[in-house]
């Protein structure tokens, strides 16, 4: 709960920066594409910062997920593990029972 409520009050944080940042930067500035035959654009500064750290971020979140793949397998295939383990178990739980049951039923017919 406490880490649930830390990660908001970064994530709020992080927001405002954010929003001062883009008050602050309202410059225009033009972009040009050099090689491209494109016009020139005219935004506001922190529109291609912004835009920037977002290529930035999806692209680290895409490289982490690749990144974890093997770990995620691993995990996968320990979890179907131990579900055959758990069943297994049960097995012999309910085995053993059934044989407690019948030898102290062969036990009270003597």
């Known amino acids: 709960m406490v880490i649930k409520i830390l990660s908001w009050i970064a ?3 992080v927001g405002l920066l954010v929003i001062l940042f883009a008050i602050s930067n309202r410059t225009l500035v033009a972009l040009d594409l050099w090689p491209l035959p494109t016009p020139e654009i005219t935004v506001p500064y922190y529109l291609p910062v912004l835009a920037a750290s977002f290529a930035g971020f999806v692209g ?3 490289v982490a997920w690749f990144s974890a793949g ?3 397998r ?3 295939t320990a979890r179907k593990k131990v579900s055959g383990l758990e069943k297994n ?3 012999l739980k309910q085995q053993i029972e059934d ?3 019948s030898r102290r039923a062969g036990t ?3």
Request: a positive charge; glycine letters at 4%; hydrophobic letters at 45%.
């Open 74 to 76: 691993r995990a996968r």
């Open 60 to 62: 680290g979140a895409i």
């Open 99 to 101: 044989l407690e049951s």
């Open 89 to 91: 178990l049960d097995k």
């Open 11 to 13: 994530m709020v944080a």
């Open 108 to 110: 009270t017919n003597k």
């Open 70 to 72: 093997k770990l995620r």
